[in-house]
């Protein structure tokens, strides 16, 4: 079963919606320069109104490994993305801080991306084209990808099916994660994530001996 992480929810009125879809992951934004910038507080408040078994992922820019840890040990969220150049002296920094789970993110160009994402000391990597751009990379480049990962960038409710079987022929990621193809003027979008949604469980149902 590939999971699947709603990314950027800013807005309590998306919150049912996403309780009906049960997503595996949400993800909240913790860099102040992304135009999904949420504070912590409002992000506890939403994560209250969570299904509970709804992991909550929050995602950091080169912050802090404290910040980073406290907003762990607070339980603020339950896993930290690391979206920025952090590196294995940094997530080593970090898990001498906290031992709750981290994701390290990738913007892949090419191959050489692809094999430092392989090395990652980080439990898991999402690869990504560009910070919640809303942009696809080479999904071939796939094809060198030896350890677990989330598959991002530019996934929509119209490639998201195509991608998993793309991805799927090398290498099937354990979850996809979108944020600008669920929006709609910059604001999350009920039909779209219910499509997004609709996509992915129609690839789980199709391929569920496979994988
Ligand atoms: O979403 C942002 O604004 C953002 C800004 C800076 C770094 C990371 C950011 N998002 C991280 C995510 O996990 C997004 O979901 C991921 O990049 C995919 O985004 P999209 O291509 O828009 O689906």
Redesign the pocket.
């Known amino acids: 079963m590939i999971g699947t992480?709603?990314?950027?929810v800013t807005n309590p009125a998306i919150i049912p919606c996403i309780n009906a879809c049960m997503p595996t992951y949400v993800?909240f934004?913790f860099?102040q320069?992304?135009?999904?910038?949420i504070p912590m507080d409002a992000a506890r408040a939403l994560k209250a109104q969570l299904n509970p078994h709804i992991t909550c992922?929050g995602?950091f820019?080169n912050a802090e490994p404290n910040t980073v840890a406290q907003a762990l040990e607070r339980g603020v969220c339950d896993v930290a993305?690391l979206?920025?150049t952090e590196d294995n002296a940094y997530i080593r920094a970090l898990t001498r801080l906290t031992h709750k789970p981290i994701i390290q993110?990738f913007c892949v160009k090419d191959k050489n991306t692809i094999l430092r994402a392989n090395n990652s000391i980080a439990p898991m990597v999402?690869l990504?084209?560009?910070?919640?751009?809303?942009?696809?990379f080479d999904w071939r480049l796939l094809c060198s990808v030896n350890r677990p990962y989330i598959l991002?960038?530019?996934?929509?409710p119209h490639n998201v099916y195509q991608a998993l079987c793309t991805a799927s022929r090398y290498h099937a990621p354990v979850a996809v994660?979108?944020?600008?193809?669920?929006?709609t003027n910059g604001v999350k979008d009920a039909n779209k994530i219910t499509a997004f949604m609709h996509e992915v469980a129609r690839f789980n149902h199709e391929h569920a001996n496979t994988h």
């Open positions: 992480k709603l990314c950027g993800g934004m860099y320069q992304s135009k999904r910038f992922v995602v820019v993305q979206h920025g993110a999402l990504d084209a560009g910070g919640g751009s809303g942009t696809c991002a960038g530019g996934l929509a994660d979108v944020s600008s193809g669920i929006e």
